[in-house]
């Protein structure tokens, strides 16, 4: 067995489009055909109901998300398990005059540089927080 020197590696340089995460066209895996731009609705548990855009083989019908919409499929997801109580956390809520502030654990923020939170509201007494 060889043994890799990885001082011997040389550094790679690329670039990355910035549609490269939005594909116009894909290919089947399967049947290695060229699949057809289709509107996927997806019912949620929770009665959401997402519609997201992707690709459809027409052979065997096997459907494939982008990366950008995959990641709406994602949020969706968290948002009805939030709203089906299946994931949830007590934290302590304190008011300093103007605002409500509560912590967010450590676990939930490694590697977190930026201090800017995204908030959407779900409900009157619920939300969805985001750090962007």
């Known amino acids: 067995m060889k043994v890799l020197n990885l001082d011997e590696l040389e550094d790679a340089n690329f670039k990355i489009d910035k549609e490269a995460f939005k594909p116009k066209t894909l290919t089947c895996s399967k049947c290695k055909i060229k699949m057809k731009k289709a509107e996927i609705e997806t019912n949620l548990a929770g009665g959401i109901n997402i519609e997201l855009s992707g690709f459809e ?58 201090r800017k939170i995204e908030v959407m509201p779900l409900g009157a007494k619920q939300f969805c927080a985001s750090i962007q």
Not at 100 to 114: A, W, Y
């Open 57 to 114: 083989c027409p052979k065997c019908k096997k459907r494939y998300l982008g990366l950008e919409e995959a990641r709406k499929l994602d949020r969706a997801l968290i948002i009805s398990k939030i709203m089906m109580n299946e994931f949830k956390m007590e934290r302590s809520l304190s008011f300093d005059g103007d605002n409500f502030t509560f912590r967010i654990p450590k676990e939930f923020t490694h590697n977190v540089k930026k």
